[in-house]
């Protein structure tokens, strides 16, 4: 990697301070990152911008974000901008990330793995991100998998690369997106970036996550022998069909049997299926009405809403996998319809609890959250509120233990009511009743 800035060069930011560069930290397409002191604030990180990159329109839309704060604390937004007088080449303070983070690319390649709550959080907090920025009338302009970094430990998510962000349906010249993420109409030159770009950008982000495969990726890919910007503008523009369409199977993914390679939508295959059909019937949307209809995408509401269903449907099945309940599998007789991934078994459900729409399975380590019985705290997971707990003397029974400091009213199944105290339990039985204040649940088996 070349180096713009030697260990020891002394910049001066907007604000006055001294910024001494420490060491270099990598580089990309627009710059190169480093280590610097930052005055007396501590140690931040600098990216320096090649000449082709330092134009003044990159200096004005900088400044503008400098001025303006973070949409949260998701964003290693620019904090100052650094110059070197006389060199005509400047750049921008930001914090420095955390070395827990890794880049969604490298979950994307298999050189991280997670677990599915984790995958799950990471896609919730992606999601939340840009609703955030995208509420403040913002548009991110390069959605992807490159620009996003996540603690494999937690799903805990960190947005990079903020320098691209810009107003929304600005005309402001410059990045247009990465390749394979952009929407059809910027493919095809009758667009500029905007929050509804930036909704197609982070569907197929979400799909990449889910099913480690391209949405549009599917047979008509064979047909292709040189993969170069006529066929990416093909199956990204000019023709874009989902591999999953129900009416389209032009370009419906091949089975790893018949493409070992995984390039037709193999892999999307092999994902799809396990997922609940509320959950598919989202990217369902996002990839034929929101595909060329940019009115009709998927907003980030909606894919909250689908990430929250999942997160609340996983349970695990008696091989240990992770399963998701999918209501349209459950008959009428009570029997499941759906089968373990895994072992190929019919799973044998855990209690689950019916709060308004939403359903909670409520495995051994489960939680209820303010999303779940908050009073409007919608996606709010950091609290919890309810666990479920195994009886003290007798392992085969089970309750939800209140952790709040209000009391909860249970109707039990023969109709008598109890009052559920801070601290305590009220044992999982079917047809068991809980007022939780705000909103009443409802134990099913």
Known sequence: MSTLLSPGKVLRSGSGKATKIIKALGSGGQGEVYLADWGDE??????????QSATPEQREALQLLIKDSAPSAKFLWPLDLVEDKGSG??????????????????????????????????????????????????????????????????????????DNVAVNRSVVSGVLGTPDFMAPEIVLDAAKPSNLTDLYSLGVLLFYLFHL?????????????????AARNLLFGKEPVFIFDPANKSNAAVGLDDDPTGEAGGMALKYWNLYPAAFRNTFLKAFTQGLKDADR?????????ALSGLRNGMFRCSCGSANFYDAEALQSSGAYAKRCWKCGREPKLPFRIRIGTSIVMLNADATLTPHHIGNGEAFDFSTEIAQVVRHPTDPNVWGLKNLTDKKWVATLPNGSLRDV?????????????????????EIRY
């Open 42 to 51: 501590g140690q931040f990180a600098v990216k320096w911008y090649y000449p």
């Open 89 to 162: 080449s400047f750049g921008y303070i930001m914090p420095v990330r955390e070395a827990r983070y890794r880049g969604l690319h490298e979950y994307v390649a298999g050189r991280v793995s997670v677990n599915s709550s984790t995958l799950i959080n990471i896609g919730l907090e992606v999601t939340k991100a840009y609703h955030d920025l995208h509420v403040k009338g913002l548009c991110y302009r390069d959605i992807s998998f490159g620009n996003a970094f996540f603690d494999p430990a937690n799903g805990d998510v960190l947005i990079c690369d903020n």
């Open 213 to 229: 495969g391209h949405p549009l990726t599917g047979k008509k890919v064979l047909k292709i022998h040189c993969w170069d910007i």
């Open 297 to 305: 995408r998927v907003t980030e509401s909606e894919w909250l809403v």
């Open 421 to 441: 105290e801070p601290g305590r339990s009220v044992p999982l039985a079917t047809e068991t009743k809980i007022n939780f204040g705000s909103v009443e649940g």
